[in-house]
């Protein structure tokens, strides 16, 4: 079983930046790929980004050049850094690791953005 708890969210004013971390119960490079997820009130959830087993990551278009997603192996810690947030930013956002079939989601965490 896979442990995964987020941390970091919380409320920001519209410009403004945010750190969320994942913090994996084990080697984040074990991982076919880990990442974050979000989900609005009202909407479904989405892919936000992720890191895959290599190091390559991949962004959903909302967040490229504003997310940067990054990993400590040492900490098994996956970060978000979120830059230039806007309001539409705002959700609970959650982290996700995929090993073969099988996908593990954290708690999530919320952020909210303020205009």
């Known amino acids: 079983q896979v442990q995964l708890v987020e941390s970091g969210g919380g409320l920001v004013q519209a410009g403004g930046s945010l750190r969320l971390s994942c913090a994996a119960s084990?080697?984040?490079?074990?991982?076919?790929?880990i990442g974050w997820f979000r989900q609005g009130s009202g909407k479904q959830r989405e892919f936000v980004a992720n890191?895959?087993?290599?190091?390559?990551?991949m962004y959903a278009d909302s967040a490229k050049g504003r997310f940067t997603i990054s990993r400590d192996n040492a900490k098994n810690t996956v970060y978000l850094e979120m830059n230039s947030l806007k309001p539409e930013d705002t959700a609970v956002y959650y982290c996700?690791?995929?090993?073969?079939?099988?996908?593990?989601w954290g708690q999530g965490t919320q952020v909210t953005v303020s205009s």
């Open positions: 890191i895959n087993s290599g190091g390559i990551t």
């Open positions: 084990r080697s984040t490079r074990s991982f076919i790929a």
């Open positions: 996700n690791a995929q090993t073969g079939p099988s996908r593990y």
